[in-house]
């Protein structure tokens, strides 16, 4: 089976933030990932991550001003500045907090304007060229509508697209087989197709996004695809819990018993 990764946006929400990290710990996992850490110092975070004995799998980017509806800055071209900013901001959390990646959101944006267009592409080459000199893996993600309305990066064959035109080994896909199957079906086949480009994998149940085994999708088989793909990744449980986290780790103790 794959390593999996707690994702502390969305697990252990019975806890605050920065004590997230020892409940996953305490819960059997090895590993942690999150959306954002910037609301406290990266040194704060760093200290959490390591007490608890833990490894970074991955965080996101500055997405601009969350609660005003910001999903990410890369294709908005009146927002370059502060993109740019956002990157400097990323670099230094992820080289105190020791993240191998970081997710790079697109932003919301008409995905046929040839201005958002160009922009995302600049900004995915600057973000390429900025975290390979620190030796940072850099993903990007498509996200369904349903959830993301709007969001610019809505589609797995255009994302693919943008990785293989930048061509760098660094520069990867985020698939996240809960986006997958709500924009296109066809997980299995996509895994086989896309794994050379994929640099991380999220798991949650579809269509309601909770434990995996508990929606439409057989997850274990999917898992056991993605182990045969030769996947060496984490693979972040991005779920929201039906009710208690612990409670709900069923599922990963009937594919083997550990969380990581
Ligand atoms: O799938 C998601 O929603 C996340 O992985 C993310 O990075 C943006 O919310
Ligand atoms: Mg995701």
């Not at 850099?138 to 509508?145: D, S």
């Not at 050379?196 to 695809?225: C, K, Y």
Request: hydrophobic letters at 45%.
């Amino acid at each position: 089976m794959p390593r999996f990764a707690a994702n502390l946006t969305m697990m252990f929400n019975e806890h605050a933030f920065l004590d997230r990290f020892q409940a996953a710990a305490d819960a059997g996992f090895t590993a942690v990932e999150y959306l954002f850490p910037y609301d406290d110092p990266a040194e704060t975070v760093s200290g959490r991550l390591e007490a608890a004995g833990l490894e970074q799998a991955l965080f996101n980017m500055p997405p601009g001003n969350w609660s005003d509806g910001d999903r990410g800055l890369a294709a908005l071209p009146d927002r370059a500045q502060e993109f740019r900013a956002s990157v400097d901001t990323a670099i230094r959390y992820a080289e105190v907090i020791g993240t191998p990646l970081l997710h790079m959101m697109a932003g919301l944006a008409d995905a046929r304007d040839p201005e958002a267009i160009r922009c995302y592409r600049n900004s995915l080459r600057y973000t390429a060229e900025r975290t390979g000199e620190a030796g940072i893996g850099l993903v990007i993600e498509p996200i369904n509508g349903r959830d993301m309305p709007g969001y610019f990066l809505n589609d797995f064959d255009r994302a693919l697209g943008f990785v293989r035109e930048l061509d760098l080994p660094h520069v990867r896909l985020q698939f996240d087989i809960y986006h997958r199957q709500i924009l296109h079906g066809d997980v299995t086949m996509a895994l086989r197709a896309m794994m050379p480009h994929i640099g991380h994998i999220q798991t949650a149940s579809v269509p309601l996004r909770n434990e995996p085994g508990t929606g439409e999708l057989d997850d274990a088989r999917i898992f056991a695809e993605i182990d045969a793909l030769g996947y060496a990744g984490f693979v972040g449980c991005e779920y929201r819990p039906k009710a208690s986290t612990v409670d709900g780790l069923g599922w990963l103790k009937a594919l083997g018993g550990r969380a990581a």
